[in-house]
């Protein structure tokens, strides 16, 4: 969505920051969503490929019954291992987003700033959500309150005082008498 878009329909100002804002926050939420589904398939992809070699390998060696168990073994182990890894680097992924979901919707101004400024070993990825990250994003906006947008109160006119639909100081609809400027010639 553009903010230019936005203007030419007449809203104000105060009413297309509080659309971006939103619009901001839906945004990098997909965003965080396709990074994290990006990372899940190109681990996956490298997991099946080292996969396909193993068992290419194991084909065209011909070897006794116990060499092969003993190699299946080696590869059990090492897919569980890779597994491992796997699950550690999606939960490393699935925090990162939250955090970055979570400063997003404190209304930051500069996503990267305010994530150098937090502790991610404090902060856990719970079952229910994050925790730790709210402490630690109230106790920013305490003391560097110049990095988060201050919390607006909506002004309440949700129509352009130049819209044209709107009753003037007299009570006649200005769109009417538009109008009628026009047809009674």
Do not use: C, W
Request: no cysteine; proline share 3%; aromatic share 4%.
């Amino acid at each position: 969505m553009k903010r230019d878009y936005l203007e030419s329909l007449g809203l104000e100002k105060e009413i297309i920051d509080s659309i971006m804002a939103e619009h901001g926050k839906t945004v990098q939420a997909v965003k965080t969503s396709l990074d994290e589904t990006e990372a899940i398939v190109e681990d996956l992809k490298g997991q099946l490929s080292q996969r396909d070699e193993d068992l290419k390998e194991l084909k065209d060696k011909s070897a006794s019954v116990e060499e092969l168990q003993a190699k299946i073994t080696d590869y059990e182990a090492k897919y569980l291992e890779q597994q491992e890894e796997h699950e550690t680097t999606v939960s490393k992924i699935r925090k990162q987003a939250e955090i970055k979901l979570g400063v997003t919707q404190a209304g930051a101004r500069n996503l990267k700033a305010v994530m150098a400024l937090l502790d991610d070993d404090s902060i856990e990825l719970a079952e229910d959500g994050i925790k730790g990250l709210s402490e630690q994003l109230d106790s920013l906006k305490e003391s560097d309150p110049y990095l988060f947008e201050p919390a607006k109160e909506p002004s309440g006119q949700a129509v352009n005082p130049a819209n044209p639909t709107r009753t003037d100081k007299s009570g006649t609809n200005a769109f009417k008498k538009a109008v009628d400027k026009y047809t009674n010639r």
